[in-house]
C-alpha cells in the first residue's frame, strides 16, 4: 500500500462496504444453515456423538436408496453454509482493517480485496471439476498444500489428501474421505485428455459442462460423506448402503475410459 517513504500508492479505497458485504453474507449463510440444517440433519440432533445417525437410522435405510441419497445431498448443502459463515465473517473482519486489501497496481488504482477471500460460493457450487472446486474453497489452506505438499513430493495426491485429513484431525472419517478424493482426481484427469477433447465445445454451459458439473457434485457429495460422520463404523455403514457404488463408479469409468485412444492435438 505504501511506498519507501511512507507515502500511500494511490487513493486509499473505503473499507465500509468490503467489510459489510462479507458481513451481510455471513448472516445470510448462518441463517440458511440455522434453517436448513434443522430440516436435513446428517446426525442426531439430540446426541450427535453417540446416537446413532440420521443418515443410517432404521427409518432412513428404510427409504429408497435414490431417496436417502437426495437427503444427504440436501444436508450436506445445508451444512457447508456454516463454513461459509464463518470465512464470511472472518473476511469482513479481516477487511475493516485493510488486511484484505490487495494494494495498488502500478497506475495507482486499487486492485481489490481478495486477500482475505477464503471461499468462492458460486464456483465451489457450480464447480464442473475436482481441480475447480478445490481452488475455491478453503482457499488459503489449498494454497498452501499446493506449495508445500503437493509441489514438494512431485505431485503426490496421496501425500497432499493425507496431510489435509492430518491437518482436520484424528477422525477416521477424515481419512475415509480424503484417500478416496484421489480416485475421483485419476478419473478426471482421464477424462480431460481422453474425453474433452471430443465432447467440450468450449461453452461454459454446454451440455458436457452441464453433465461434468453434475457428475462432480454427484460423486464428491458421496464420497464426503464421512467427513460428516467421523466415526468409521458409521462412515463404512453408510456407504456400503450404498453399495460403495461410487468407489466401484469410479473404477469402472477408469477401466473403460482407459481403452479409448488418446484423440490428437489440433494443430493450432
Not at 431417496?67 to 445445508?78: D, I, K, P, Q, V
Amino acid at each position: 500500500m505504501y511506498d519507501k517513504a511512507g507515502k500511500p500508492r494511490g487513493k486509499i479505497p473505503s473499507q465500509v462496504w468490503p467489510t459489510l458485504r462479507p458481513l451481510l453474507g455471513s448472516l445470510l449463510c448462518l441463517g440458511i444453515f440455522v434453517v436448513g440444517n434443522g430440516k436435513f440433519p446428517l446426525l442426531d440432533p439430540t446426541d450427535p456423538q453417540h446416537a446413532i445417525p440420521v443418515l443410517i437410522s432404521e427409518a432412513m435405510l428404510a427409504k429408497p436408496m435414490v431417496e436417502r441419497y437426495a437427503y444427504s445431498w440436501l444436508a450436506l448443502f445445508f451444512i457447508r453454509f456454516k463454513y461459509y459463515f464463518a470465512w464470511m465473517n472472518a473476511e469482513g473482519a479481516n477487511n475493516i482493517w485493510y488486511a484484505g486489501f490487495e494494494g495498488f497496481d502500478n497506475n495507482g488504482k486499487p486492485k481489490g480485496w481478495e486477500v482475505s477471500n477464503n471461499i468462492d460460493v458460486i464456483q465451489f457450487e457450480t464447480a464442473p471439476n475436482l481441480k475447480t472446486l478445490s481452488a475455491a474453497w478453503n482457499k488459503k489452506t489449498a494454497n498452501w498444500l499446493a506449495k508445500y505438499v503437493y509441489i514438494r513430493t512431485g505431485g503426490s495426491l496421496f501425500a497432499t489428501y493425507g496431510m489435509s485429513a492430518f491437518w482436520h484431525g484424528f477422525y477416521p472419517g477424515y481419512y475415509l474421505f480424503f484417500m478416496s478424493v484421489p480416485l475421483i482426481a485419476f478419473c478426471e484427469r482421464l477424462g480431460r485428455a481422453k474425453l474433452t477433447p471430443r465432447f467440450d465445445n468450449g461453452s461454459t454451459w454446454g451440455p458436457y459442462s452441464i453433465v461434468c458439473r453434475i457428475v462432480t457434485s454427484v460423486v464428491c457429495e458421496y464420497m464426503i460423506q464421512p467427513f460428516q460422520l467421523l466415526a468409521y463404523d458409521w462412515s463404512i455403514t453408510n456407504w456400503s448402503k450404498y453399495y460403495f457404488s461410487g468407489h466401484i463408479a469410479c473404477v469402472v469409468f477408469y477401466i473403460l475410459v482407459s481403452t479409448l485412444p488418446t484423440p490428437k492435438k489440433k494443430e493450432a
